[in-house]
């Protein structure tokens, strides 16, 4: 056994660049699978410990838009109908729109937000804490002070110092004393989008006596968060809560939330999961190009070893001790390959978990080394070269010695698909045919080599095509939101009010401004048969000069019980045009009180865009609202020769302006949220084009060593050595042609898999179109071939050296 061993470690050394080249590839391959495959556990164990440590509440209740009541009165109602001893922690609050004007000396940050008042009597609240990443955090000192919180994710994204001074709604200053992490902000969503957050939409959290003081509503409170104690029954607590509390507001509006079912929550955990199964996708794929080309690069190699087993036959070795020295070869690359696993995996890890840090901004992020995961991927890589190993040995210790021994062309008993092509008329000589040939001559190994390239193609595809998708998408949202007026924005105002009051005079008196048309946006819910969206709902006049969407079937709404519709959301609610459907909505009551009621509406058209929640009413449906005569958003154009950003400075100071924001600024956010995403993309891209690169080169280094008296052959007839570079180049091209074609045919079925059945359940808001762009297709030849044809060249060296007369001398 010791010699063995020792002539084992010979073959190791004789061969060390191409074991260490195989013993890489299956590095690559488990340990992109152990990271890719550790990403959910890590996601949903940073997500539990995260909101366990802020007290995430378990209901929350929500008045309607535009609703408050008097401090105090939704903490008794709450506490009354679930029981006092069942209530861990409970938290009313004031959350009202404002502009957040964070700008530095040549940096304009001025965007829409949100004031949150808030318990801070104890240093923070009990339930819905806020982690404090920067700066300090808010104490009893700070109740009804000028000071804040800003949210982290949106300060970091400008760049806002943790202590400064910012002005909110009103031109009002705010002290900021730290920035925070919110469970309610683990994501930042905006109204109508799930993206972006953090570059669009400033929260500032303050002391609920300084909100009420901003907004001018002194001991009013619009918002309810409860923790309960452990035990209780969440869903019986929330039907408690929806019986008692319609005695306690009267026609006042109301929602009750399960903190499981917002937004924040749900996408966290959902996207954890359904990004798991992509990430399984890419796991798998990885692995089985990095298996494939284990298993036919280590069957080659022992292959190439054939005649010594020959020989040893002839001599009288018994057959299983001349086995013992390529499966030892076999287990010796195996464990190589497992130990550089282990470096390759933590490598990955560490990739992993700094995209993830600012993908995912959670107070507590978890990334350990997931062992049964790496095991997994390791005995799949452990077993695939000793398997590989054992194959050709079978093969070679059941032929007679004299058939080991032979060589060359006497050696062949079969020329594979080549025998096919002697009847093909192929252009050029002999040495200009041989490439193909070549090919068509060992299928089975082209076959592997090709499903090996392919694999590693179709995920580079499948991650492009991915993203082809997603800015398709935002290019369509472009185009929509940039017809009508040039240097356009939307305007909130802090409440409704009359269409021609003062409010909307001082907007349109602005210098800045040039034109303004009042108009109305409420939430509300569409439901068909069970099925339901929410809609961001905006009525408008059909005649607009400031902007209009467009209509690609039906027609804009004529009355106030008709609707149009973006296509996905028709598609969801499985309606078209001159269908029925319902939507609740808020009804004014009172002056500060709106109820939900049920309208059916008529689906009157559908515009393009693919934002699903995006509906529009004609202005005469106001009365359905009981808004007649009222406005609380305006379609803003900029003056001539002033921009958007002119615009929007000038309403800052405007008390009656809660926001006023650039038309395409949010999907702007989306486009760089997006952006960002391609991060986690790039660690998988650089294993994909390391992968493919050491096939090339091992297929290349292998391939030499098969062949290398043929070329010593062809070197002795006069070929030059150029020539016989281009031969390889030109094989190696034709067998990466093939795995191109295999890798973009799997990629495009993979992203219409996920674009078509894993995104609409985790982004429902946002419809995509199946699209690959000629850029990726680009990069896959540019991966594919570039690195098959680069391997060959590798080996001018080794062929410049060779040894003719000692090449070409063989002792049978």
């Known amino acids: 056994m010791s010699l063995w061993l020792r002539w084992s470690v010979r073959d190791l050394r004789h061969r060390w660049l ?105 240093g923070t609240s009990r339930v819905d804490g806020l982690s404090v990443a920067a700066g300090r955090g808010l104490g009893p000192d700070d109740v009804g002070r000028p000071t804040g919180m800003l949210e982290a994710g949106f300060a970091e994204f400008h760049g806002v110092e943790e202590t400064r001074v910012i002005r909110v709604a009103g031109d009002r200053e705010l002290e900021v004393v730290g920035h925070a992490r919110s469970p309610e902000y683990f994501l930042v969503i905006p109204p109508g989008f799930l993206l972006g ?45 929806e019986r008692a509390l319609p005695a306690a507001l009267g026609s006042v509006g109301f929602t009750i939330e399960r903190g499981t079912d917002a937004d924040v929550y749900r996408v966290l955990y959902e996207d954890a999961s359904n990004d798991q199964t992509l990430m399984n996708v890419f796991a798998f794929l990885v692995l089985g190009g990095a298996a494939l080309a284990t298993f036919n690069l280590v069957g080659r190699m022992v292959e190439a070893t054939r005649r010594e087993i020959g020989i040893g036959m002839a001599v009288g070795a018994p057959p299983r001790l001349l086995a013992l020295r390529p499966l030892l070869l076999g287990v010796e690359v195996a464990l190589l390959g497992a130990l550089f696993g282990i470096g390759v995996g933590y490598l990955v890890n560490l990739a992993l978990r700094s995209v993830l840090e600012s993908l995912l901004p959670l107070p507590v992020l978890q990334t350990p080394f997931e062992v049964s995961v790496f095991a997994r991927a390791a005995a799949v890589g452990f077993a695939l070269p000793v398997i590989a190993a054992a194959y050709p040995v079978w093969r070679g210790v059941r032929v007679a010695p004299i058939e080991a021994i032979e060589v060359g062309a006497r050696a062949a008993k079969g020329s594979g698909l080549a025998r096919h092509a002697r009847w093909l008329r192929l252009p050029g000589h002999s040495v200009g045919q041989m490439p193909l040939r070549n090919v068509l001559r060992t299928p089975r190994r082209t076959l592997v080599t090709a499903l090996g390239v392919g694999a590693v193609v179709a995920v580079l595809v499948a991650m492009l095509g991915m993203l082809d998708s997603f800015f398709d998408s935002v290019e369509r949202i472009k185009a929509e939101t940039g017809r009508g007026a040039a240097e356009r924005l939307t305007v909130d105002l802090a409440g409704f009010v009359s269409r021609d009051g003062p409010e909307v005079v001082a907007v349109v008196s602005s210098e800045s401004v040039g034109s303004a048309e009042p108009r109305l946006r409420v939430p509300g819910v569409l439901s068909r048969q069970g099925a339901e969206l929410d809609a961001a709902v905006e009525l408008l006049d059909s005649e607009s000069q400031v902007w209009t969407p467009s209509v690609v079937s039906g027609r804009f709404p004529a009355g106030p019980a008709e609707i149009l519709l973006s296509t996905i959301a028709a598609r969801a609610l499985a309606v078209g045009v001159g269908d029925s459907l319902i939507l609740e909505h808020p009804r004014r009551a009172a002056l500060e009180a709106f109820e939900l009621v049920e309208t059916e509406v008529r689906v009157a058209g559908l515009h393009p865009s693919p934002l699903r929640s995006l509906a529009y009413l004609d202005e005469s449906a106001a009365e359905l609202f009981g808004l007649s005569g009222l406005t609380n958003t305006l379609a803003v154009a900029a003056a001539p020769g002033k921009t958007a ?113 894993l995104l609409p359940e985790v982004i429902p808001e946002l419809g995509l179109d199946v699209v690959i762009r000629g850029g990726t297709l680009g990069t896959a030849v540019a991966a594919s071939l570039g690195a098959m044809a680069l391997a060959p060249i590798l080996a001018v060296r080794r062929l410049r050296r060779m040894d003719l007369p000692g090449t070409l001398r063989v002792v049978e």
């Open 18 to 122: 191409l074991v260490t080249a195989i013993a890489l590839v299956i590095a690559v391959g488990t340990g992109m699978f152990a990271g890719l495959g550790s990403m959910e556990s890590w996601r949903i164990g940073s997500n539990d410990a995260s909101f366990s440590l802020l007290r995430y509440h378990d209901l929350r209740v929500s008045l309607a838009e535009g609703s408050f009541v008097e401090q105090g009165t939704l903490r008794e109602a709450a506490t009354d109908a679930a029981g006092e001893s069942s209530v861990e922690a409970v938290d009313e609050r004031l959350i009202v729109p404002s502009q957040v004007d964070a700008s530095s000396d040549g940096d304009a940050v001025l965007v829409p937000g949100r004031l949150i008042g808030m318990s801070v009597d104890d």
């Open 645 to 757: 950003a002119d615009a929007q400075r000038s309403l800052f100071g405007l008390a009656a302006v809660a926001s006023a924001e650039d038309a395409s600024a949010g999907i702007d956010a989306v486009e760089d949220s997006i952006g960002d995403w391609v991060n986690i993309l790039r660690v998988v891209e650089v294993a994909v084009l390391l992968l493919v690169l050491l096939i090339a080169f091992n297929a290349m280094g292998i391939s030499t060593e098969e062949r290398v008296r043929e070329h010593a052959t062809m070197f002795a007839f006069g070929l030059p050595v150029r020539a016989v570079i281009a031969t390889g180049v030109i094989e190696s091209i034709l067998v990466g042609l093939l795995g191109l074609l295999a890798g973009i045919a799997v990629g495009y079925v993979i992203t219409g898999w996920v674009v078509n059945s």
């Open 197 to 241: 957050g953090e570059a669009s939409f400033g929260v500032v959290f303050v002391s609920l006596a300084t909100a009420q003081e901003i907004s001018g509503r002194p001991g009013a409170v619009n918002d309810l968060v409860l923790r309960f104690a452990p035990g209780t029954d969440v869903a019986a607590a929330q039907a408690d809560l």
